[in-house]
T-cell receptor
Framework: GEDVEQSLFLSVREGDSSVINCTYT??????LYWYKQEPGAGLQLLTY?????DMKQDQRLTVLLNKKDKHLSLRIADTQTGDSAIYFC?????????????FGKGTKLSVIP | DTEVTQTPKHLVMGMTNKKSLKCEQH?????MYWYKQKAKKPPELMFV???????INESVPSRFSPECPNSSLLNLHLHALQPEDSALYLC?????????????FGSGTQLSVL
């Protein structure tokens, strides 16, 4: 079955880089996602990567995928206080017409001014 | 318009009440979802509608009843809930269910059952 693991907490200083890690178990995953959730809000899709890619960069965000080790990471450059939130890793797996997301437990990022 | 709108934002109900949560999107998405999220936990999938037909029901108790009146609307009817059903209920939509499930989430309804 699918399982997505993340560390629960990360604390960084403003201006530093943050790296949030995730491991997954389903080798049939096609897409992997990072979602951000601020307090009292829904989830916001930050970025995603197709399983045949190694890296994707989008402004301050860099996603690295090691498919052999089933390891995904999200790097946030120049972390700001507004980046404080919970970050969920998610994988999409399944068959045609039946894809489903499995979320990790979320990493709470705290940015120290 | 890239929004998923949920109403109400907050709801307090007694165990004998009947209430409904509403969700609306105008992005032309053909898949819509209900998730339940307890505090400090990831969202848990409840129901998936694909092209207005219920395609997944994750063994949700019958006191939760989903309805998809048209491709833009998704409702969740609540009846005889228990206090442990208190949670944030999130609606989401995606283009379809063909493999790249870029989900757009609403802000959720924070439900308290007394």
């Amino acid at each position: 079955g699918e399982d997505v693991e993340q560390s629960l907490f990360l604390s960084v200083r403003e201006g530093d880089s943050s790296v949030i890690n995730c491991t997954y178990t389903d080798s049939s995953s096609t897409y992997l996602y990072w979602y951000k959730q601020e307090p009292g809000a829904g989830l916001q899709l930050l970025t995603y990567i197709f399983s045949n890619m190694d890296m994707k960069q989008d402004q301050r965000l860099t996603v690295l995928l090691n498919k052999k080790d089933k390891h995904l990471s999200l790097r946030i450059a120049d972390t700001q206080t507004g980046d404080s939130a919970i970050y969920f890793c998610a994988e999409s797996a399944g068959g045609a017409g039946s894809y489903q997301l499995t979320f990790g437990k979320g990493t709470k990022l705290s940015v120290i001014p | 318009d890239t929004e998923v709108t949920q109403t109400p934002k907050h709801l307090v109900m007694g165990m004998t009440n009947k209430k409904s949560l509403k969700c609306e999107q105008h992005m032309g998405h053909r898949a819509m979802y209900w998730y339940k999220q307890k505090a400090k936990k990831p969202p848990e999938l409840m129901f998936v509608y694909s092209y207005e037909k219920l395609s997944i029901n994750e063994s949700v108790p019958s006191r939760f009843s989903p309805e998809c009146p048209n491709s833009s609307l998704l409702n969740l009817h609540l009846h005889a809930l228990q206090p442990e059903d208190s949670a944030l209920y999130l609606c989401a939509s995606s283009q379809d269910r063909a493999g790249n499930e870029k989900l757009f989430f609403g802000s959720g309804t924070q439900l308290s059952v007394l």
